[in-house]
């Protein structure tokens, strides 16, 4: 969707051999070593990286997406990081993504998204950097029905998973409910 909105011709969008968006996900979970100060170390040379890519791709007249997922991981809440007696460590790696969010300000081609389970663990200033904080619930009844339904059909198929009645199954008003 992304390469969608950026490109300019749409009758041309897939005969162009160059991506006009491209999508950089974060495993947060990965930054963090063992090693003490190798954490920060990991976010910055991954942030190095995506200040090289910004460069070339806005030079292509590129878009980046930078999505982080389960961001909670590296901007915990630096005030509850002290209470519990956390090593500096947890906190260094908080100042370095804040740090490196603000160096990214000036690429006018990068959309940062960030999820979160625990959006209230997060720290204020991670917060306050962000242009829009949504919160997205749980599906309805019928919304999980709908997924559920969805999911099931294409495992069915792909041959995943098999019934004896096929996927005429699931339209039986006793399983929908």
Not at 30 to 39: H, K, Q
Not at 109 to 135: P, Q
Request: proline share 1%; with cysteine.
């Amino acid at each position: 969707k992304l390469a969608i909105r950026c490109n300019n011709d749409p009758e041309n969008l897939f005969k162009e051999v160059d991506y006009q968006a491209v999508v950089v996900e974060l495993s947060c979970s990965r930054i963090f070593s063992r090693w003490f100060g190798e954490s920060a170390k990991n976010l910055e040379k991954i942030f190095q990286d995506l200040e090289r890519l910004l460069m070339s791709s806005l030079n292509q007249n590129r878009f980046v997406c930078l999505l982080m997922d389960e961001v909670e991981t590296l901007a915990s809440s630096r005030e509850s990081l002290m209470k519990k007696n956390e090593t500096t460590d947890g906190i260094r790696v908080v100042n370095t993504l804040l740090t490196k969010l603000d160096s990214l300000k000036r690429f006018n081609n990068l959309l940062v998204l960030a999820t979160s389970n625990v959006a209230s663990s997060l720290d204020a200033a991670f917060l306050d950097r962000a242009d829009g904080v949504f919160y997205i619930g749980a599906p309805s009844e019928h919304g999980t029905c709908v997924i559920l339904t969805s999911a099931i059909r294409e495992l069915l198929e792909m041959g995943a998973i098999y019934a004896t009645e096929g996927a005429a199954l699931l339209e039986s008003s006793e399983v929908q409910e």
